[in-house]
């Protein structure tokens, strides 16, 4: 399959012709870019004070205790981890989300939870801030495109969310969805996807404790470009499955279809957990380029099944035929 898309209706800077990597990028295009990347060495720790007049509000946290929560890697800086974003309702270009989404209204803004639970509720999103304490956990981020970071997120597990609404006993899978707002998101133009972004997760795989519902980053609120005011991060599986902006979360029977899987069904399925032995059709994922570990010498990561959280993770997929529930 072959999918292309075109300019996107707004100012991309040079480029006329987008094409988003996660469609269209061969590897030999990926390892160029590995060695294209510029910037130095991130400085981890020092997060709180990164952020200038961007919005966001500081947050106080607790140091999460979930196994796995705390990766020891060297957090990617600020700067980086919030002007290198996918975000495609704001562009194809990583730089375009920073660009484009201060437009976002992220006040008021409510989250409906629905389907097949006993207490369906639509929750005002200052009442979903408070409804568990708020803990920093550090995970790595890993990009089906080849690259990956470590952020400080800023969270509580999405199965305290669950256990509010309680799913009922035909509940399989959970559907998120996401805004699409045309009005503020010049990327809803563009064809490249079927808007607006939706993502599913197997019922234990959403209320896997890791699973974490994303209101900040770098003790700070989520900015724009990183999916304000709430988001999914899913440490084990591709980037893409970590959907952001969700106003709605629906706990339905059966498999909900995804917007990537719609879009290359061959290229992105349902799973897409992190698997260094199941190459992308267009590429490998045995390596990832570290964003931040800049110049022409740095050393690609081996990029680990499940992103390294087999020992949290790899229960959940016991039996299973990772080549073909890739
Ligand atoms: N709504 C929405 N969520 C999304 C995306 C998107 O385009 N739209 N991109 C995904 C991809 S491909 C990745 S890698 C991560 C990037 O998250 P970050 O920019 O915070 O690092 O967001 C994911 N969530
Ligand atoms: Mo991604």
């Known amino acids: 399959m072959l999918i292309r898309t075109h300019n996107a209706g707004f100012d991309h800077g040079s480029s006329s012709d987008i094409t988003p990597q996660h469609l269209y990028m061969s590897r030999r295009e990926l390892l160029k870019l590995g060695a294209a990347g510029g910037s130095a060495l991130a400085v981890g720790g020092a997060w709180a004070q990164a952020a200038k007049s961007d919005g966001t509000q500081p947050m106080s946290t607790v140091r999460s205790t979930v196994p796995g929560a705390i990766s020891m890697e060297t957090p990617t800086s600020f700067q980086d981890a919030s002007t290198y974003n996918n975000y495609y309702e704001f562009g194809l270009d990583k730089s375009d989300p920073a660009r484009y989404a201060h437009t976002l209204q992220t006040r008021p803004w409510t989250v409906k939870v629905e389907g097949l639970v006993n207490k369906p509720k639509t929750f005002d999103i200052e009442e979903l801030l408070k409804l568990s304490a708020q803990e920093e956990r550090i995970y790595r981020l890993r990009c089906v495109e080849g690259w990956s970071m470590v952020i400080p ?137 570290r964003i931040g570990e800049g110049g022409l010498f740095a050393k690609r990561h081996k990029t680990l099944l499940f992103n390294g959280y087999e020992a949290q993770v790899g229960q959940l997929y016991a039996g299973m035929d990772l080549r073909k529930d890739y």
């Open 153 to 289: 997120w800023v969270g509580y597990s999405l199965s305290k969310l669950l256990a509010q609404v309680e799913p009922q006993g035909s509940a399989k899978y959970v559907e998120f969805v996401t805004l699409a707002d045309s009005k503020t998101m010049p990327g809803l133009r563009s064809g490249v996807l079927d808007w607006p972004y939706t993502e599913g997760l197997r019922m234990d795989e959403a209320m896997h404790p890791l699973s974490l519902l994303t209101f900040g980053m770098y003790g700070k609120t989520l900015t724009p470009q990183n999916g304000a005011p709430v988001r999914l991060v899913l440490p084990w599986k591709y980037g893409f499955k970590s959907a952001k902006s969700i106003v709605t979360i629906r706990v339905v029977e059966k498999q909900p279809g995804t917007a990537w899987n719609k879009a290359a069904r061959n290229e992105y399925g349902f799973y897409s957990n992190v698997n260094p032995d199941v190459p992308h059709p267009r590429w490998s994922q045995a390596t990832e380029r």
